[in-house]
Nanobody, 124 residues
């Protein structure tokens, strides 16, 4: 069992930065692939970034490559999403998720646990 709690969302102007944090509980956190997703009303949940548990390899959606960075600290049971050069189209609720796999899937159905989400709003 893994419990996830996101924080760090808020309102920021276009071009600004935010860092999202995800605090995980559970003794086996280091064995889960971790991902960040986002969702806007009326649309499917969208993969943003993922990090594997074994070698820390990362993957990103094309829309955020070069702007967002995912990282994890297994000693602290934390996952982070550093978001730079934010755009209005990045506005969404952002979710942290854990998958009982080595890698971090890009499909939301591949995840076993979800946080409650944190709102990110980017003004133009």
């Amino acid at each position: 069992q893994v419990r996830l709690v996101e924080s760090g969302g808020g309102l920021v102007q276009a071009g600004g930065s935010l860092r999202l944090s995800c605090a995980a509980s559970g003794r086996t956190f280091s064995s889960y692939g971790m991902g960040w997703f986002r969702q806007v009303p009326g649309k499917e949940r969208e993969f943003v970034a993922g990090v594997s548990w074994r070698d820390g390899s990362t993957s990103y959606a094309d829309s955020v490559k070069g702007r967002f960075t995912i990282s994890r600290d297994n000693a602290k049971n934390m996952v982070y999403l550093q978001m730079n050069s934010l755009k209005p189209e990045d506005t969404a609720v952002y979710y942290c998720a854990a998958a009982a796999t080595v890698a971090a899937p890009s499909e939301y159905k591949g995840y076993d646990y979800w946080g409650q989400g944190t709102q990110v709003t980017v003004s133009s």
